[in-house]
């Protein structure tokens, strides 16, 4: 094997580095500018050239994986990047065996050339050597620096000379498997301070991650220009920062102007009563903003726009449909987004598929990996709507598995017969801000009379976002009180503990009813005193999350727990 084949493959980095930065973008040929599936095609091939035969049929393999690297779908590109991974490992070791039989049968000493000859010989021979300059070699159309300096031969006869071989260093490690159960302030970029913010969101650990499911999407495969904008429509547009943005004060009005344009036109982002977003900006600033375009005083302007800049990882960002996660202060989109690639990169492979294949086949449901990562990072609305489907169907057979283990042995256990005054429950429902819809009264009416009944209530009330299941919540929890007992409402998450905390307040005001919050958050004095009157029955609703489940947390007397999602808590939380 000559120099220059030792040279070449001494640029494994050349090859591994794009492999890695493929697959963490989501196998999308992204990785190399020109097309990652060209790279690895042309630089295949070079190398094919310039070794043996034994070498030349994996390089020609390796570079068959590639060919049709586009026509295929993204589960079977991953499957080529593992296999192209298995290959180049392969040359590795074989380039490495070649290398250490070749030390070892190197002579000890050289005959001597003359000076003459010498100068004949120079050029004919390089040697990677680790202290010379860097001079520029290409391959495949690439910049690979490369170590060449004429081997200086001893003075005496001609003779062919072994170089010594540069021996690729090992190939940098992958990053260690992660497990469900690990916390998320050990992922890289995380550290203490953003996993408090991820708890405040319910993530506590790789496995709270995966199941972190965006709250929207965002369809940025098509970008319109400024110019292409029509007022009134909802679009995404890239733009840049042009100029100073400037707060003006109209009629007690803070109103807060970024100019932004592109090549085709100019716009301003507009927010009210919010100075401090002046800052959050700079000249030359590029950003993608999401909003409805509207015209005013002839200006194209978006009102509250969202806003993400651009980053260096723009693949997360355009050209797809872009996943748009729950967030709280401190944390931004392009962080989420690239902690969650990252986690269900290094994961979602080593999950165990939970549904046989007869069922899958049954029912039309997609793999459970695929699932989780097109939840996550969609290829088209297609497998969005599968992906969707695969988990719906998972959370509803794990809550209908648990009720019906519930339900069996409900009859063993006797339960609190309340006594319902109707009267009072009409009066509570005439009080409130709003008319219950028919069918709340009917929900409403068939929950009291289970409550009736000397045994333990076990029931699950699905609706949309906004539906009123709140309020439905709210009665049953108002009957636990007026017989004395106390009632538990516990949230998968500090911000929903929060919003229904100010939501029963709200509904039970005049009512002389106690309502009390206790969350992970507060510092131990003020869960001691919180504790202290849930103890004493002081307090006739307790509103909070996993907290209301600790060992150190006892009621008084509790009647009734409503749990808002339960399938984010796990079977043993929900049980307990």
């Given amino acids: 094997m000559s120099a220059y084949v030792c040279g070449t493959f001494g640029n494994f980095g050349k090859t591994e580095k794009p492999i890695a930065v493929e697959e963490r973008t989501g196998c999308r040929n992204f990785a190399v500018i020109g097309g990652f599936d060209k790279y690895m095609v042309a630089w295949a091939k070079r190398a094919s050239e310039m070794c043996d035969s034994e070498l030349r049929q994996s390089l020609d393999e390796l570079a068959k994986l590639f060919v049709d690297y586009m026509q295929v779908d993204i ?8 296999h192209a991974k298995t290959l180049l490992a392969q040359i590795r070791q074989s380039l490495n065996n070649s290398f250490a039989s070749s030390t070892q049968t190197q002579p000890t000493s050289v005959p001597q050339v003359s000076p003459a000859t010498e100068q004949v010989a120079k050029p004919a021979v390089r040697v990677v050597q680790p202290d010379n300059e860097q001079t520029l070699h290409r391959l495949s159309g690439t910049v690979v620096p490369q170590r060449t300096e004429p081997t200086k031969l001893p003075a005496s006869r001609p003779t062919a000379v072994s170089p010594q071989p540069q021996v690729p260093s090992p190939r940098s490690p992958a990053p260690s498997p992660l497990s469900l159960t690990d916390s998320v302030r050990y992922l890289k970029g995380v550290g203490p301070q953003r996993a408090r913010l991820l708890k405040r969101l319910g993530v506590e650990s790789v496995g709270d991650l995966i199941h972190f499911y965006p709250r929207r999407y965002e369809d940025r495969r098509n970008l319109k220009t400024l110019a292409e ?7 995404v547009v890239q733009v840049q920062v042009v100029g100073n943005p400037f707060t003006e004060e109209r009629k007690h009005l803070l109103i807060t102007k970024v100019p932004v344009g592109d090549a085709t036109g100019r716009a301003f982002l507009v927010w009210f009563n919010q100075p401090y977003m002046e800052k959050k900006f700079r000249i030359g600033q590029r950003l993608f903003v999401f909003g409805k375009a509207t015209q005013v005083f002839g200006q194209l302007t978006f009102q509250t726009p969202e806003v993400e800049e651009i980053t260096g990882d723009a693949n997360l960002q355009v050209g797809r449909l872009v996943p748009v996660y729950p967030l ?30 007869i069922v899958r086949r049954r029912y039309n449901l997609m793999p459970l990996r695929e699932a989780l990562r097109q939840i996550h990072f969609p290829d088209d609305d297609e497998k969005l709507e599968a992906a969707r489907r695969r988990i719906v169907f998972d959370e509803f057979l794990t809550l209908q598995l648990v009720l019906a283990l519930r339900k069996k042995g409900i009859k063993e256990h006797e339960g609190i017969a309340f006594q319902v005054d109707w009267e009072a429950v009409e ?7 709003f008319e219950l819809t028919n069918d709340q009264r009917k929900v409403i009416n068939e929950i009291l009379s289970d409550m009736q009944k000397p045994h333990p209530m076990n029931r699950l009330l699905h609706g949309e976002v906004g539906s009123g299941k709140t309020v439905v919540a709210a009665t049953a929890m108002f009957v636990a009180v007026q017989n004395g007992y106390q009632a538990a409402f516990m949230a998968p998450t500090e911000i929903l503990a929060e919003q229904h905390y100010r939501v029963l307040q709200e509904l039970f005001r005049g009512h002389e009813i106690n309502i009390v919050q206790l969350v992970g958050s507060l510092t131990p004095s003020v869960k001691r005193r919180v504790r202290m009157r849930i103890r004493e029955g002081m307090v006739q609703i307790i509103v909070g999350t996993h907290a209301l489940i600790e060992e150190a947390t006892e009621f008084h007397r509790l009647g009734l727990v409503i749990v808002d999602e339960q399938h984010r808590f796990g079977v043993v939380q929900g049980r307990s």
């Fill in 427 to 433: 009066r509570f429902i005439r009080l409130l801000p």
């Fill in 328 to 357: 709280t202060e401190g944390l931004s989109q392009n962080f989420v987004r690239s902690l969650v690639q990252e986690t269900v990169w290094r994961t979602v492979d080593r999950l165990e598929e939970t549904l046989p294949e």
């Fill in 229 to 235: 904008v029509v007022p009134g429509e909802k679009v």
């Fill in 75 to 82: 589960t079977e590109r991953r499957r080529r990047l593992l």
